[in-house]
């Protein structure tokens, strides 16, 4: 991913962005093919603080064979995005643009087996849980266990390690026109493009200081 000094996140700023979007397109090249796959993200540490994202796919997908040869992939996390058309600036004799928020994460993978697959099933699934339902207590083992044997048989689990991130938060920085900018995003029809409103105005890059929510 192209990025600059100026659209790039420091490191915890990035983990945090991952955390909270939790989704991501994982992207992999392995016997002369391309594969692509949407798919939850978990990013943890290890004890020691090594950095590495714990996912699974359908044992069906092509790229499950990746896993197992230590192939390289890529993960892209996606925030909002808008077009922004001269209009916004204030002015007509602006070039339209596009402003986004990504992050990139690459490593390699680490194959892993039916008992930490399972691990990170439910580490993901308690994560998430607490997140979106207040006090949840649910957990897998409530599924009945023909059901939750059934579907961890059918999906393969990997680790992607030695990691790497970057990441391009294009917001306009060091350009003028941000509070004309801010003003056309806050009057949007979509909440997501309302919430680049603020991110306009205190890039959480290097050279704001506004939090990634």
Same mark, same amino acid.
């Given at each position: ?73 890529? =993960? ?18 602006? =070039? ?28 993901? =699934? ?28 059918? =999906? ?58």
């Amino acid at each position: 991913m192209y990025t600059r000094d100026h659209f790039s996140l420091p490191l915890p700023a990035m983990c945090d962005f991952v955390k909270a979007k939790s989704f991501g397109v994982l992207a992999t090249y392995h016997a002369g093919e391309v594969h692509t796959s949407p798919l939850p993200v978990d990013l943890r540490a290890t004890d020691d603080g090594e950095l590495f994202v714990a996912g699974h796919v359908a044992r069906a997908n092509d790229m499950a064979a990746a896993f197992e040869a230590g192939a390289p992939a890529t =993960i892209t996390v996606l925030g909002p995005d808008t077009y922004v058309p001269a209009e916004w600036f204030g002015t007509r004799s602006r =070039i339209p643009t596009w402003l986004y928020c990504a992050v990139e994460i690459s490593g390699r993978f680490e194959l892993s087996d039916g008992a930490r697959t399972r691990a990170d099933v439910e580490l993901l =699934i308690n994560r998430l849980q607490a997140r979106a339902v207040e006090g949840s207590t649910w957990t897998l083992d409530e599924i009945p266990a023909n059901l939750s044997e059934g579907y961890l048989k059918n =999906i393969v689990g990997f680790r992607l390690r030695d990691l790497r991130l970057k990441s391009c938060f294009r917001l306009n920085q060091r350009k003028d026109g941000m509070d004309s900018l801010a003003r056309a995003l806050r009057a949007d029809s979509d909440s997501t493009v309302r919430s680049l409103a603020q991110l306009v105005l205190q890039p959480p890059t290097a050279n704001g200081g506004c939090p990634v929510s």
